[in-house]
């Protein structure tokens, strides 16, 4: 069974920047690349960034692309989101999610979802 949780989420102030971290089970990054999407209240959710579990590469979506970096730590099992400068318009439930396919963008393309963290960016 594959666990996903996700940790770090908090109010920030508009400019701030943060770090999510993502718990998965054991062994995951032998099987699945890993993402993060995001969900504001009301909207779709959206990709933000996906890692390929062999090389460490990372793709974003435009929206973060400079200001968003995706790591990983296989030896913890766990996945980071560092974000910078951050907006009140990405207030937010960030989700990590695993998925087979590596550039995978899509919400259906991803099997398995963490919880969600609530990220608050203040104006």
């Known amino acids: 069974q594959v666990q996903l949780v996700e940790s770090g989420g908090g109010l920030v102030q508009a400019g701030g920047s943060l770090r999510l971290s993502c718990a998965a089970s054991a062994g995951i990054f032998s099987t699945y690349h890993m993402g993060w999407f995001r969900q504001a209240a009301g909207k779709e959710r959206e990709f933000v960034s996906g890692?390929?579990?062999?090389?460490?590469?990372?793709i974003y979506a435009d929206s973060v692309k400079g200001r968003a970096t995706i790591s990983r730590a296989a030896a913890k099992n766990k996945v980071y989101l560092q974000m910078h400068s951050l907006k009140a318009e990405e207030t937010a439930v960030y989700y990590c999610a695993a998925g087979q396919r590596f550039g995978a963008r899509q919400r259906y393309e991803y099997q398995y979802w963490g919880q969600g963290t609530q990220v608050t960016v203040s104006s």
């Open positions: 890692i390929d579990w062999r090389n460490g590469y990372g």
